[in-house]
């Protein structure tokens, strides 16, 4: 089987593993692939410059450092794979229903158990990918407004889970998935989400508006149809509601 040399640096308390990951593109000659995993983030962050929580030990807070060298069509594949690996992982460990919504986040039952947020750094005119992955995993509860929307794999299913067997769990997909990296990936990210042909609501700044989900287009965007027109939205830029 083929297994990549993963390097795996293990913090006790760090800001972020995205900044650290930033700095050690930055700072050091790094080659191959890195896993910078935090017990406890300070300043841990979410898309769209929301911060993420992450308690100590309760979850994987971590990120991969993929590159160096990457394209932007690599950059576009690694992000839709992340995300269908962890949420092909999840299903596997558990047998439970967790999903995909756009651009990359899983959900079960609604609620939201993983984000991923990603980064790239050039250096030296070469592109390096941070993929963060924040994945909830021995919370019991959540503070208010998350005891909303969130869950962790505890919650789902009434066990604690060792966060390093998951880690394992999604390494070893995740080295498979990257072997052949190609756009069957859309296809199999589709099987996994449940939003396409739905009613979704998308903030944008200070608007909203209503549209259907219609498809995932290959450069990552995502397609909606809205007043009969259609249109693409960009992950930065959108913020999505599931209706
Ligand atoms: C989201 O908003 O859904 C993305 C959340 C990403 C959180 C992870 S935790 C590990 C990595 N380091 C960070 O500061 N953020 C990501």
Request: include cysteine.
């Amino acid at each position: 089987m083929h297994q990549t040399n993963y390097k795996i640096i293990q913090l006790d308390e760090v800001d972020s593993t995205n900044d650290y990951a930033k700095k050690l593109i930055l700072e050091e000659n790094i080659n191959g692939t890195y896993v910078i995993i935090a017990d406890h983030q300070t300043r841990g962050k979410g898309r769209m410059g929301r911060t993420w929580e992450s308690p100590y030990g309760a979850g994987l807070w971590m990120s991969l450092v993929l590159g160096p060298g990457l394209s932007h069509d690599q950059l576009v594949l690694y992000n839709f794979m992340t995300s269908l690996t962890v949420c092909e992982t999840l299903c596997e460990l558990t047998g439970q229903p967790f999903e995909l919504k756009w651009p990359n986040d899983i959900l079960i039952r609604s609620r939201k158990i993983c984000g991923i947020l990603l980064e790239t750094a050039t250096k030296q005119g070469t592109l390096f990918l941070i993929a963060g992955i924040g994945l909830n995993i021995n919370q019991k509860e959540f503070p208010e407004p998350l005891n909303q929307t969130a869950t962790s794999l505890f919650l789902e299913t009434q066990k604690t889970w060792e966060r390093f067997a998951v880690l394992q769990a999604f390494m070893k997909n995740f080295d498979e998935n990257r072997i052949e990296l190609n756009t069957e990936i859309f296809k199999r990210w589709r099987m996994m989400t449940t939003m396409l042909g739905k009613p979704i609501s998308v903030i944008h700044g200070t608007t909203q508006f209503e549209c259907t989900a219609k498809d995932i287009a290959e450069d990552g965007s995502l397609i909606v149809e809205r007043n009969g027109k259609t249109d693409r939205l960009y992950a930065g830029d959108v913020q999505i509601r599931l209706n």
